[in-house]
């Protein structure tokens, strides 16, 4: 092998960056398991001690430190169904935004328009916006989108005038919509950063109005819930001068200081007798604001305070970030607030924007009212553009309607001679609170200007246009999944990854003796390499996605299987140690490019169309694919030459298999047509039972609420049945996993998705279980207690519209497979028959994976629903498939050109038992690894584990007995009738 030495240099730097970045993720699960010993489960606790940390030096790597913040950063992150957390797709509602762009116009037309639109959504692909139309122009007549009744309005007289054709409205509309969501977006996102979520993920879909926003690792999904769906709140208030409110909070600080004095007096003794080491060591690292508690005692209050606002501001005083929740609690408890005067009473405290870089935020007291109202609400606002002021800097330019711009009229007028400001509120967060220097602001246009940057103008002029277009945002799809169940699916993966390894590396000693002990140590480093580039890409690491990477073990091997058995070949022909290398790494090479090409074009199919864990599961198998080519190509072949090159001396087989499958010699092509009986009949069962019985559509496909719930002993489903009928009308229960824990599904207001109706069926839920719920209470049942054993471990929703969606993406994603799969075969073998040979094997695979899953359904002990993950593992079996097929036709090939004397089907069935070594091989090495990960792998991908089990022993069968004799049989008679033309031309 040339460049030896720059593959070494390859594997050693690759291998140090893999161990850089893991042990950032080494380091921070260190951090967080003293946080959970110091914190004894008290989750407050826990997140002081974290957040205590955050700008704490805690890793010394020796050229460089870093913070927990930063280490966190850098450390893989673990998916929803490993940590637990919230996964949901939002729809902005489009219906609503329309509304909004025609003033709530009563237009007949527009209005049965819009109808019309949502019962077109639920059986179409195109966006809202798009059936809109088409609903509009089938029932229009003489009215047009530019009508004074519909767009034509006063709000968009600027832009949309009557004379305009729809035509020309149309993209009008499209861009105004767009703005819409993503200021729905922006609102979301600063929503998230402000709830304090470790990497979380938000994206829009497309242009369907879609959010998806994923919540790893929250504590309290209620609340998260709750923050995604209310409606964005932009206010405008009054703010009182920061110095008037100095006396009330130094008198709030005394009020504070005797009681907490009087507290400690009498826990003192007690704190200090519990008080251990260890927890000392701990408190010093926490700081001085945690663990001095004589000092908190002192001035509880006037402490916690960083910074002063200046002379004539709205900023009463300045606090860290993580003190913000104590001193709202501090400032509107009941005793403390009847210190304020007359006046003041109906104050309303706030907190402003960080600045960039900074941990101190301002506290800002609102001028409030008996009623809570504010003087003026987003909604007034018509248009907010981002522009630059007088001096060049970025500000923002806003107008209203006639309402609103009187009111500002007279806000700015009282700002204006008070010297005081006006506060913008979004979410009960001061955005902004510019003063008034130029008089009362009459007209409703309006300059924001500030210490903005380009981009916070940006985001403020979004935000100001979202008070003028309120959308709601309702969860189409979402799935709950709680801390414990996230512990549990990282333990079984644990164990399935640990156990499918230790297998796979000692059946490669068995087989090749020290060759395989080369070819462990190369697959070491590609399981190094892989979680390494996953965490250097910031890759989300699922449950699927350990399958994934425990797959790629077992198919990783096969690239050296293919290379050993060549070399044995090789030796059994006569050459020497040293030529049979060079040989069978050479000849070996094309096998395994067009294997791993067909199986990367899957899971790249996978990866596109995948959500979520499905696309955790198509990364890892894509990054896995890579660095097993490199290791197993490279690596292997620098151990073997470094071996060899000391004298070593390898068989590559031992006593035991030095001579297993040498010599053989089966006519596959005769048994043909037993194989096309058996195929046959299995295909035709198969499809009978797929029109009646059917398969168990999970709601990824039908649309429904699925529900996992563990109780404390055994319970049958058919005993809960009565009470969910009596609840939901219609539903299922069925064991998932052990005998304590049940899968319930319902289609019960299927199309409702709000907040409310879900909260509304899971206290429906509760009550029909109750009676096997003894001692838990409502609360304990739907809690995200991270040691919880008992209740409601997770959630699954999906709407009507969105199961359709997901139905004909996963229809594309299959077919979509097969196609890019014969378009490849057919560039690499030059003939069609090869593609169809192999695209029949895969469809066979298919339908017979289909027709076990709807033979055995209904009285196998685990979950097996049609979902997405079923969907993945078809894929993956089509690449598996595709895997073995190719490898045999390139055999194929070869022996084409090497024997041109030999007939067709010599070539074939020599082609066939030369190789069926490496193909029992690779698949036993597979099958093994599919059983570690079915047995011990968790309940959630025991279904999509036995389908990749049951695809990959008919795959196997299906490229010995179907793909290549349909190849086979086909060829054959092509050349047959071309041979007959010749003839004819001759004679």
Request: charged fraction near 20%; aromatic fraction near 10%.
């Amino acid at each position: 092998m040339q460049n030896k030495g720059l593959v070494k240099l390859f594997a050693v730097l690759f291998g140090l960056v893999s161990i850089y970045q893991l042990s950032f993720t080494f380091k921070a699960n260190s951090i967080e398991d003293d946080a959970k010993a110091y914190s004894k489960g008290d989750s407050v606790k826990e997140a002081q001690y974290l957040d205590s940390l955050s700008t704490e030096k805690v890793f010394n790597l020796g050229v460089t430190d870093y913070t927990y913040g930063e280490v966190k950063d850098k450390a893989m992150n673990l998916g929803l169904d490993l940590k637990g957390g919230i996964n949901v797709i939002l729809q902005v509602s489009v219906k609503d935004i329309l509304k909004g762009l025609a003033n709530h116009t009563s237009e007949p037309a527009f209005n049965k328009a819009l109808d019309d639109a949502s019962e077109l959504q639920k059986n179409s692909q195109n966006t809202y916006l798009e059936d809109f139309y088409i609903a509009f122009d089938k029932i229009k007549g003489d009215t047009k989108l530019a009508s004074p009744d519909i767009f034509a309005n006063r709000s968009l007289s600027d832009e949309i005038t009557f004379d305009m054709t729809d035509d020309q409205v149309k993209p009008i509309i499209s861009k105004k919509i767009d703005e819409s969501i993503t200021s729905a977006f922006e609102v979301l996102r600063k929503r998230i950063d402000e709830f304090g979520v470790t990497s979380p993920n938000i994206q829009r879909l497309g242009e369907s109005g879609r959010i998806l926003v994923e919540l790893p690792g929250v504590k309290d999904v209620e609340r998260a819930k709750k923050l995604l769906q209310s409606t964005a709140q932009l206010e405008f208030w009054d703010v009182y001068k920061g110095e008037t409110l100095v006396p009330f909070i130094i008198q709030a600080n005394n009020v504070l200081k005797e009681e907490l004095a009087a507290k400690t007096e009498t826990t003192e003794d007690v704190v200090a007798e519990e008080a251990s080491e260890s927890d000392s060591q701990i408190d010093d690292l926490l700081g001085e604001a945690v663990t001095d508690s004589t000092k908190v005692a002192e001035n509880p209050l006037l402490d916690l305070i960083k910074g002063q606002g200046y002379q004539g501001g709205p900023i009463v005083a300045q606090f860290d970030i993580k003190d913000k929740q104590t001193v709202l609690d501090y400032l509107n408890r009941s005793d403390i607030r009847a210190l304020l005067s007359v006046e003041q009473r109906y104050v309303k405290f706030a907190f402003g924007m960080p600045e960039k870089d900074s941990d101190v935020v301002g506290l800002y007291a609102l001028i409030g009212n008996r009623e809570n109202v504010p003087p003026m609400s987003g909604a007034v606002v018509t248009n907010a553009t981002q522009q630059y002021d007088q001096l060049g800097k970025p500000a923002v330019s806003m107008q209203m309607n006639a309402k609103g711009a009187k009111v500002w009229e007279e806000m700015t007028g009282k700002a204006y001679s008070q010297q005081s400001q006006i506060a913008i509120v979004l979410d009960n967060v001061v955005y902004s609170a510019p003063g008034v220097t130029t008089g009362p602001i009459a007209g409703g246009n309006s300059e924001i200007s500030g210490q903005f940057t380009l981009n916070e103008a940006v985001d403020l002029a979004n935000v100001l246009r979202a008070g003028k277009l309120p959308a709601s945002a309702d969860i189409i799809q979402s799935e709950v999944v709680g801390p414990s169940l996230g512990q549990e699916a990282i333990d079984s993966g644990e164990i399935s990854f640990v156990i499918a390894l230790v297998l796979v590396l000692l059946w490669m000693l068995f087989y090749y003796g020290k060759a395989g002990g080369f070819a462990d140590i190369a697959m070491a480093l590609n399981i190094l390499l892989i979680f390494g580039v996953l965490s250097g890409l910031g890759a989300v690491l699922t449950l699927p996605g350990i399958a994934g990477i425990v797959l790629t073990i077992g198919m990783s091997v096969d690239a050296n299987v293919l290379i050993y058995e060549r070399i044995r070949e090789e030796i059994s022909n006569g050459k020497g140690q040293r030529e049979a290398i060079q040989d069978g790494f050479s000849n070996a090479l094309s096998s395994i490019l067009d294997a791993n090409i067909t199986t990367g074009l899957t899971a790249l199919i996978l990866f596109i169309f995948g959500t979520g864990p499905i696309k955790g599961f198509a990364t890892t198998l894509l990054i896995g694919i890579v660095t097993s080519l490199f290791t197993a190509i490279f690596i292997t072949r620098l151990l073997i030459d470094w071996y060899v090159g000391r004298g070593g001396n390898l068989d590559f087989s031992t006593g035991i298999t030095k001579n297993l499958f040498r010599n053989i010699n089966i006519e596959f092509l005769k048994k043909r047509k037993i194989a096309y009986i058996i195929s046959g009949t299995l295909i035709v069962v198969s499809l009978g039972s797929l029109f009646t019985n059917g398969l168990d559509q999970g709601v990824d496909f039908v649309g429904g609420r699925n529900y996992q719930v563990r109780f404390s002993e055994a319970v049958s489903p058919s005993e809960l049945m009565p009470a969910l009928e009596g609840a939901f009308g219609s539903a299922d229960a069925k064991t998932f996993g052990s005998a304590e824990q049940v899968k319930i599904s319902t289609k019960y207001k299927v199309n409702e998705t709000s907040a409310e109706v879900d909260e509304e069926i899971r206290k429906e839920l509760y009550t029909a279980l109750q009676s096997h719920l003894t001692g838990v209470s409502y609360e304990d049942f739907i809690s995200d207690n991270q040691h919880k054993t008992v209740g409601l471990m997770k959630s699954y929703k999906v709407s009507p519209t969105i199961a359709d969606d997901i139905k004909k993406e996963s229809f594309w994603a299959v077919l979509g497979s097969l196609i890019v799969v014969f378009l490849y075969i057919l560039f690499r073998f030059k003939k069609w028959q090869y593609s169809l040979g192999a695209v029949t094997a895969v469809f066979h695979d298919v339908i017979i994976v289909l027709g076990v899953f709807s033979l055995t359904y209904k009285f196998m002990p685990f979950n097996m629903e049609i979902d997405q993950s079923f969907i993945a593992a078809i894929l993956t079996v089509i690449g598996y498939s595709l895997n073995d097929t190719v490898v045999v036709f390139d055999r194929i090939r070869e022996y084409f050109h090497i024997h041109e004397g030999w007939s067709l089907s010599k070539v074939v069935n020599v082609s066939l038992s030369s190789t069926l070594s490496r193909t029992l091989n690779t698949s036993l090495t597979t099958l093994v690894v599919l059983l570690a990960i079915f047995a011990f792998g968790g309940d959630s991908i025991r279904g999509f584990m036995f389908a990749l089990i049951v695809g990959v022993v008919v795959g196997t069968y299906s490229s010995l007995f179907i793909a290549t004799p349909i190849m086979y049989d086909t060829l054959d008679a092509s050349e047959k009738k071309r041979k007959l033309k010749e003839s004819e031309v001759a004679a």
